[in-house]
Each structure stands twice: as C-alpha cells, then as structure tokens.
C-alpha cells in the first residue's frame, strides 16, 4: 500500500507564477489536509477536504491561495502570482477518517522556491 | 497562536541517555499526537494518546497527558544517534495544531 505521494518534490518558480502541488492520499483515504512549513519554523495548518468538499480552510491566506479534491484525482493546492514569502515546504497529509480522532500520514512534501 | 507549544526547543543529550520532551496546548483535544521529522523529510506518525488516557508506551517512547494542565510528554529512552530529529506534538480538537517543535540531536 502505498503512501501519501506528493509531486513535485523541488518545484522552482519565479515571482508572479503560478504554483501546482499534487497530492495523492493512501489508498482508502478520504480525507486530505495542507500544511506549510516555513524555514526553521513548525507546521502550520491551512486546508482540511474531502471529496468535493473544503471543511475547513481557515488556515489558507485569503488571497492568492486555493486548494481542491476532486472526486477523481490527486488534491491539489494552487498558489498564483507567487512571491518569495511563499517559499516553503508544503505537507499533505491524509486520513482515513476524521483526523479528530486518528492519526495523519504524512507524505514527503514539495519544497517550493521562489526566486 | 500555536494550539501546540514544546519546550525546550532544542535539546541535546549524549547516546543512551534519555530525552524528555514537553508540550502545552490550549483549548479541549480528543487526542494528541506525536509526530517526527528528519531533516528534510516529511512526518512519521510516532503515538496517539486519547483524552482519557494518562500514559501509553511504544518501544522505547512513553508519553504522558495530563488534561488538567493541558500538557504532554515524550520521553525517548535509551537515545541512539538514529532518534536525532524534529519533534512535533500535535493537539486534535475540532482542527489539528502542530506546535513549532523540539530540535533533539544525540551525540554519538
């Protein structure tokens, strides 16, 4: 069974480009959460969905950023017009079922750079 | 803020010795989760201790939750050079806060 994939590993932008990072949960997992971490810094949380759906995007900054799980396909976190603030490692993560009460795996991440 | 706080925030001990890694968080959790990264890495899910659970052992981790304080610790017995990482505890309520991490290096 295979984990959290996430792709690209390394991806390189310059300002005012767009960014794609993919996510594939486990297998069975319905449940996909973002993280960001910046350099020396925790994890800090930005969107929890599910098929379909946003539950909770309180993490996300208001502009610029959009996530997405569709019933088909990888989860996907959008960042357009990048700027070099937005250099950071981004985790997802994915659940079996409600993370309240379960663990998260984690897959490797996509570092981001912005030049 | 941080719903999940370590301290220290860095810690460095000799191989065998033990380390002992503390968390604080703020509001009612149904669980609290401790998480580990190697430089560069992503996450490995280490132990998951519910509400109502005081202590839960795993290999060589134990970790303690005292509710009433709203505090946790990881205790690595026996330390090995191989347990040099990032530490993160997460609180799990209604939303999942990671704190900013203990940075353990054991000394070969």
Known sequence: NAGVMQNPRHLVRRRGQEARLRCSPMKGHSHVYWYRQLPEEGLKFMVYLQKENIIDESGMPKERFSAEFPKEGPSILRIQQVVRGDSAAYFCASSRWDSSYNEQFFGPGTRLTVL | ?108
């Open chain 2, 1 to 108: 803020s941080q719903q999940g706080e370590e301290d220290p925030q860095a810690l460095s001990i000799q191989e065998g010795e033990n380390a002992t890694m503390n968390c604080s968080y703020k509001t009612s959790i149904n669980n609290l989760q401790w998480y580990r990264q190697n430089s560069g890495r992503g996450l490995v899910h280490l132990i998951l201790i519910r509400s109502n659970e005081r202590e839960k052992h795993s290999g060589r981790l134990r970790v303690t939750l005292d509710t009433s304080k709203k505090s946790s610790s990881l205790l690595i017995t026996a330390s090995r050079a191989a347990d040099t990482a990032s530490y993160f505890c997460a609180a799990t309520g209604n939303q999942f806060y990671f704190g900013t991490g203990t940075s353990l290096t054991v000394i070969p």
